[in-house]
């Protein structure tokens, strides 16, 4: 462990959070880690613990598992670690102004949006539905307020038209562990710059459920290609099938012939390249599923197993709810 350079007290939970960890760690001593407690998980339903408590474990890192910052025993505990700055990267719950008041040289927070836009728990998510071409990562002073600190650094990543929020995830949080490490440097040398927020171009969003991930076949084919990347790994994009669920994993827009108009959901083909489904605006081609119960494969796989009939149309049978997704 370094000796020189602040301690750091690093908050985190998820697989983002770990290329952050592990470069910080490397350069400046790593006083404690807190992250989320085991939860259960998997159809046995074990006790799992989050990416960051299990490399905390594994490299001998003080570790913390709270239910609750704000409980004074855990306020004490961290308190003990005299910490001299607070890292949080995806932590997955709202720090408390108790423990942002902690460390001297303050909180800062590593956010994957070109805050102010998206702020709040999924904007991978939201950046990839939307249909941006860019997002980025920003490194910000916590306040109470959510993502509303200053700005110390940000930088800009394009979004590939392929991108998946996993691939888009996986870039930026290389990009998270390498802004940190240079703003923790800035920080200790009292050369951080503080760039107020645009309070006029913030923008909120909330976490992902499962609704989020149901297809509505009324809008344009690329909002709907859009949201089969957006919800990939999860909660991914679904739709019912003769009154089964089916994910879709992959798809592409198309543009509808001149004269076409057919009913939303409607299947149009079925060749060796997927199916061709309408939509409100343009023909999707499915490229890849995974029926309820079973595996993800090709689309075309797919409709040669489970027949698929041009004329039949896919969309949410009467009364059926989200929570019923697998």
Known sequence: ????????????????????????????????????????????????????????????????????????????ALRATRPDLIVTVAYGRIVPPELLA?????????????????R???????????GERETGVTIHYQTEALDAGDIILQERVPIAPDDTAA???????????????????????????????DESQATYVGRLTKADGRIDWTQPAAAIANLVRAMDPWPSAYTWREGRLLKVWRAEPLPAPPAARMEPGTVLAVDGEGILVATG???????????????????????????VRVGERWGAPEGVAPEGVW
Do not use: C, W
């Open 1 to 76: 462990m370094p000796s020189e350079g602040p301690r750091v007290l690093f908050l985190g939970s998820p697989a983002f959070a770990l290329p952050s960890l592990r470069a910080l760690r490397a350069v400046v001593p790593i006083v404690g880690v807190v992250t989320q407690p085991d939860r259960p998980a998997g159809r046995g339903r074990r006790l799992e613990p989050t990416p960051v408590a299990a490399y905390a474990r594994q490299a001998g890192l003080p570790l913390f598992q709270p239910l609750r910052l704000r409980a004074p025993e855990t306020l004490a």
């Open 281 to 307: 605006d343009g023909l999707l081609r499915v490229r890849e599923v995974q029926p309820e119960g079973g595996r993800r494969m090709g689309a075309a796989e797919y409709a040669r197993g489970h027949p």
């Open 167 to 197: 691939t888009l995830e996986a870039r930026l949080a290389e990009v998270a562990a390498r802004l940190l490490v240079e703003a923790v440097r800035l920080i200790a040398e009292g050369r951080a710059p503080r760039t107020p927020q």
């Open 102 to 118: 902690l460390p001297p040289l303050g909180a800062v927070n590593a956010h994957p949006s070109l805050l102010p836009r998206y």
């Open 120 to 130: 709040g728990a999924s904007p991978i998510q939201h950046a990839i539905k939307h």
